[in-house]
């Protein structure tokens, strides 16, 4: 009984966090990736359906596949995370262009994602 609450909370978390990298694909301050990770993950221990799915989303699949496998990005993904750092954030600094301490966070954060990103192991 155990395991198979267990196995329903893992899918609908999975597609809870499918939600939010949907989400994140939309609104600048939520990251889509990791998102994905963590629904991949979810998936990986409670539906080899849906596993497979998002292994073989033809947008997805090849970063989620070099994660699972190797835990590495390609500099390619990188330069793509960061592209899109930018641009999302440099958008929502200039919605906010009158409040500094709320551009000053959003630079933050932005530098904190980037950071993180960079710090991922790249493939050989």
């Not at 080899?48 to 070099?66: A, D, T, W, Y």
């Not at 994660?67 to 930018?86: G, P, Q």
């Not at 641009?87 to 954060?109: E, H, M, Y």
Request: charged share 15%; aromatic share 12%.
């Amino acid at each position: 009984m155990r395991k198979i609450l267990q196995k329903h909370l893992f899918i609908i978390l999975g597609w809870f966090f499918i939600g939010l990298a949907g989400l994140g694909v939309i609104l600048p301050i939520l990251p889509t990736t990791p998102f994905l990770i963590l629904a991949l993950a979810l998936f990986s221990k409670s539906s080899p359906r849906f596993h497979q799915m998002l292994l073989n989303s033809p947008r997805f699949g090849p970063v989620l596949k070099e994660w699972e496998e190797k835990k590495t990005l390609s500099r390619h993904t990188k330069y793509k995370a960061f592209f899109l750092i930018i641009i999302a954030f440099s958008v929502s600094v200039a919605i906010v262009n009158d409040r500094i301490q709320l551009q000053l966070l959003l630079v933050g954060i932005a530098v904190i994602l980037m950071f993180f990103i960079w710090r991922i192991k790249e493939e050989p």
